[in-house]
Structures are given as structure tokens and as C-alpha cells.
């Protein structure tokens, strides 16, 4: 069955605009394993996930952007010529809108509205999913949205909502999130290397469902520690320089490598160096233990990545890591970690297909246990990239 918009997005158009909309999905993405590496031209392995941000579009006869979600407060508007950030939940919009006009797409004014079943803040990818939707959209009102064919189009647009994020929203991003949204495929992860930007789909193996188990905290440092982190893997590659002059990125570097140079690195970011450069080889591993299903193995390589966010990178937190602790004992659990940016958000779990009901309760009791917090659990799909409802 196709994926349907809620109800509630056709209903708050009838007041919103009088013309009929065309309706757009771009997924949520979970990063099963590979992470902080995209933004070190590293190796991810993200899906697209069967939550998604909708949007209803219509165009307009002049050139305004009048932009209004059922998430946020307040109805955004800005004309096309002069585009500029706003300091509001829109500048994800505006900016994606701004990116594309930069690189020659004619845009007409729109009206949009945004309706996102992607919890904010999990680690899910909801700023990617609306820039990259609001994108198609604005292109796809003007016939010029990317077919699933069109690799080149696709890429345009996953740049552009980049490019949206560091401009417009003001946090500095890596290619992994807008990539999976416009390049996935159901049933699929996406191998994705990031300096190369070459790309693999990876099935997925029957008769496994993906457990997100969403911690509920959300820390208001998470994106200025995003930020630094980035800061501190650059200040591990100046570092390195002294004895590898050509280096641009960790990616370069093999664990062996690093350990030869690494007490040229000063803390933190020797310990951020580590995560990353062992992080690109736990996805290589991570890719062949499900070609595999070794569950087993994979087990411990999501462990490995886990461990190496908490204490080489410093991205997990307690509530993580009680929720990676509370799905470990659960039925039906195979393999989870942290995933997303950290600081709070969401764990994701491999867990067999017909103990859905079994995890969710064994994870719920066990976390209200540690945290004294109540755990959201939603059990997704890998889904398509984004593109007509």
C-alpha cells in the first residue's frame, strides 16, 4: 500500500489555500552506522525511513513564498528575490529555495504546507526531509523536479539543501542527510562514500524491522557542540599535517596510520580523530556482516560504533545509552546503537520481524526503569527517496 498523507494536512489546506495542491513526500533517514563521518569525506550507511515530511503545494501568481507547517507556529513569507535567513523554523525553506535560484532554477511563488510525522530533534533527519521536500516541490511547480532516474538532478538537490542548512540554518552539515533523502531506495540502506560521493544500494535482509527508540531529551547544546566537533576533527587534520603535508581529511588515514602520528594530535580532537577514522572501517565491516546476516558480528560492530561515540567522540549521553542498554535485553533485539548527531535523540535497532509488540514492551519497561523517562518506539521501513505523493 502507498504511503498516504495525514488527513489532517488536506484539512488545514482547505483554509490555507483555494487552490487544489500537489502533494510531495521526503523521508526521515536513520544512519545505521557511519557517523560524524560524512562531514570528514568518510563512509555512511543511512536508509530512508517510512516516516516522512509531507508538503502541499500550489503555485502562486506573483513571486512570494508563503510557507506554513501543522509542527510550528506562524506563516512564513518571503519573496523570491532577496531571499535572506528569517531566524525562524522556515530558514530551512527559504534557504533551499535561495540555493536553487543561485544555481539558475526559475522559481515561481508558492504556497506550501508542511505536515512531518519525523520526531524534531531524534537524530531522524527532519531539517534534510523538509529542505530536500520543500526543494522538490518549488521544482516540481515549475516541472523541473528530478526523475528517479536523474542521479544529476538528485544531487543538485541534495547540494542545494546543504547548502540551505550551512547558509540559511546555520549548522554545518554533511552531504549524508540530503543524499539519503533524495537517492534512497525502499526495501535498501544507502553505501554512500562521501568524498567520492559514490554510492551503493545495500538490501536489507528479509524478515528483520528497524526499531527507532526515541529517548525523549533533546539538549539545546546539540547543535553548537555539532559545530565544535567538526572544529575538532579539522584541528586533528592540521595536526597530522606536520608529518602528512598532503592531507585534506581523516578519511585519508587507516587506524594503523593514525596510531604511528596520533601523539601529534592534542586532545579532544585526537580522541575525534579515532572515532572517525575506526568508524569508516566498522561500515565496510558492517556492510559485509549484512550480506552475511551475521547477526552476531554486526551486533558487535554497532556495539563497537557505540562505545566509540560515547567515549572517543563524547556524543551519547545517559539516556542513550540506558536505551541502548534496555534494547539489548529485549525480544527479538539482533543488533542497535545511538545514531544521529547525539547529545539525546534516538537509538536504532535491527529486531526480527513478529516480535515488534515483545521489544517495545521489553525496551519501555527497562528504560522506565533506568531513566524514569517513557520511551517512543516506532518500528519503520527502509523507504524510497523523496518524490510525488
Not at 509531507?54 to 508563503?66: F, N, Y
Given at each position: 500500500?502507498?504511503?498516504?498523507?495525514?488527513?489532517?494536512?488536506?484539512?488545514?489546506?482547505?483554509?490555507?489555500?483555494?487552490?487544489?495542491?500537489?502533494?510531495?513526500?521526503?523521508?526521515?533517514?536513520?544512519?545505521?552506522?557511519?557517523?560524524?563521518?560524512?562531514?570528514?569525506?568518510?563512509?555512511?550507511?543511512?536508509?530512508?525511513?517510512?516516516?516522512?515530511?509531507?508538503?502541499?503545494?500550489?503555485?502562486?501568481?506573483?513571486?512570494?513564498?508563503?510557507?506554513?507547517?501543522?509542527?510550528?507556529?506562524?506563516?512564513?513569507?518571503?519573496?523570491?528575490?532577496?531571499?535572506?535567513?528569517?531566524?525562524?523554523?522556515?530558514?530551512?525553506?527559504?534557504?533551499?529555495?535561495?540555493?536553487?535560484?543561485?544555481?539558475?532554477?526559475?522559481?515561481?511563488?508558492?504556497?506550501?504546507?508542511?505536515?512531518?510525522?519525523?520526531?524534531?530533534?531524534?537524530?531522524?533527519?527532519?531539517?534534510?526531509?523538509?529542505?530536500?521536500?520543500?526543494?522538490?516541490?518549488?521544482?516540481?511547480?515549475?516541472?523541473?523536479?528530478?526523475?528517479?532516474?536523474?542521479?544529476?538532478?538528485?544531487?543538485?538537490?541534495?547540494?542545494?539543501?546543504?547548502?540551505?542548512?550551512?547558509?540559511?540554518?546555520?549548522?554545518?552539515?554533511?552531504?549524508?542527510?540530503?543524499?539519503?533523502?533524495?537517492?534512497?531506495?525502499?526495501?535498501?540502506?544507502?553505501?554512500?562514500?562521501?568524498?567520492?560521493?559514490?554510492?551503493?544500494?545495500?538490501?536489507?535482509?528479509?524478515?528483520?524491522?528497524?526499531?527507532?527508540?526515541?529517548?525523549?531529551?533533546?539538549?539545546?547544546?546539540?547543535?553548537?557542540?555539532?559545530?565544535?566537533?567538526?572544529?575538532?576533527?579539522?584541528?586533528?587534520?592540521?595536526?597530522?599535517?606536520?608529518?602528512?603535508?598532503?592531507?585534506?581529511?581523516?578519511?585519508?588515514?587507516?587506524?594503523?596510520?593514525?596510531?604511528?602520528?596520533?601523539?601529534?594530535?592534542?586532545?579532544?580532537?585526537?580522541?575525534?580523530?579515532?572515532?572517525?577514522?575506526?568508524?569508516?572501517?566498522?561500515?565496510?565491516?558492517?556492510?559485509?556482516?549484512?550480506?552475511?546476516?551475521?547477526?552476531?558480528?554486526?551486533?558487535?560492530?554497532?556495539?563497537?560504533?557505540?562505545?566509540?561515540?560515547?567515549?572517543?567522540?563524547?556524543?551519547?549521553?545517559?539516556?542513550?545509552?540506558?536505551?541502548?542498554?534496555?534494547?539489548?535485553?529485549?525480544?527479538?533485539?539482533?543488533?542497535?546503537?545511538?545514531?544521529?548527531?547525539?547529545?539525546?535523540?534516538?537509538?536504532?535497532?535491527?529486531?526480527?520481524?513478529?516480535?515488534?509488540?515483545?521489544?517495545?514492551?521489553?525496551?519501555?519497561?527497562?528504560?522506565?526503569?533506568?531513566?524514569?523517562r517513557e520511551a517512543a518506539i516506532r518500528i519503520v521501513t527502509a523507504a524510497d527517496a523523496v518524490g510525488p505523493a
Amino acid at each position: 500500500m502507498s504511503p498516504q498523507p495525514p488527513p489532517a494536512l488536506l484539512d488545514a489546506w482547505r483554509a490555507f489555500s483555494a487552490s487544489p495542491p500537489l502533494l510531495y513526500r521526503a523521508p526521515g533517514r536513520v544512519n545505521l552506522i557511519g557517523e560524524h563521518t560524512d562531514y570528514n569525506q568518510g563512509l555512511v550507511l543511512p536508509c530512508a525511513i517510512s516516516l516522512a515530511t509531507w508538503i502541499a503545494a500550489a503555485p502562486r501568481d506573483d513571486d512570494t513564498l508563503r510557507v506554513a507547517s501543522l509542527q510550528m507556529e506562524g506563516i512564513v513569507t518571503a519573496r523570491l528575490t532577496g531571499l535572506a535567513p528569517q531566524r525562524s523554523w522556515g530558514d530551512g525553506v527559504l534557504g533551499v529555495a535561495a540555493m536553487l535560484a543561485r544555481d539558475g532554477e526559475r522559481l515561481r511563488g508558492a504556497n506550501l504546507l508542511i505536515a512531518s510525522e519525523i520526531p524534531l530533534g531524534a537524530g531522524l533527519s527532519s531539517s534534510a526531509a523538509l529542505e530536500v521536500g520543500a526543494g522538490f516541490a518549488l521544482l516540481a511547480l515549475t516541472d523541473r523536479a528530478p526523475g528517479p532516474a536523474d542521479r544529476a538532478g538528485r544531487w543538485r538537490l541534495a547540494h542545494a539543501a546543504q547548502a540551505a542548512e550551512h547558509q540559511f540554518v546555520g549548522t554545518r552539515c554533511g552531504i549524508m542527510d540530503p543524499a539519503c533523502c533524495v537517492l534512497a531506495q525502499a526495501d535498501h540502506a544507502l553505501w554512500l562514500d562521501c568524498r567520492s560521493l559514490d554510492t551503493q544500494l545495500v538490501p536489507l535482509p528479509a524478515g528483520i524491522r528497524l526499531a527507532l527508540c526515541d529517548t525523549g531529551v533533546r539538549h539545546a547544546l546539540a547543535s553548537s557542540e555539532y559545530n565544535r566537533r567538526r572544529q575538532e576533527c579539522e584541528a586533528a587534520v592540521a595536526a597530522l599535517r606536520a608529518v602528512r603535508p598532503a592531507l585534506t581529511s581523516l578519511r585519508e588515514l587507516t587506524p594503523s596510520e593514525f596510531a604511528e602520528a596520533a601523539e601529534r594530535v592534542p586532545e579532544p580532537a585526537r580522541r575525534r580523530a579515532r572515532h572517525v577514522i575506526s568508524e569508516n572501517q566498522r561500515v565496510e565491516q558492517a556492510v559485509a556482516a549484512l550480506a552475511a546476516e551475521d547477526w552476531p558480528r554486526l551486533r558487535a560492530i554497532l556495539a563497537a560504533s557505540h562505545r566509540s561515540l560515547r567515549e572517543d567522540f563524547e556524543v551519547s549521553s545517559p539516556e542513550l545509552d540506558a536505551m541502548v542498554a534496555a534494547a539489548e535485553s529485549a525480544p527479538g533485539f539482533l543488533a542497535g546503537r545511538m545514531t544521529g548527531g547525539g547529545f539525546g535523540g534516538a537509538t536504532v535497532n535491527f529486531i526480527r520481524e513478529g516480535s515488534e509488540e515483545a521489544f517495545a514492551g521489553g525496551v519501555s519497561a527497562a528504560y522506565r526503569r533506568a531513566s524514569g523517562r517513557e520511551a517512543a518506539i516506532r518500528i519503520v521501513t527502509a523507504a524510497d527517496a523523496v518524490g510525488p505523493a
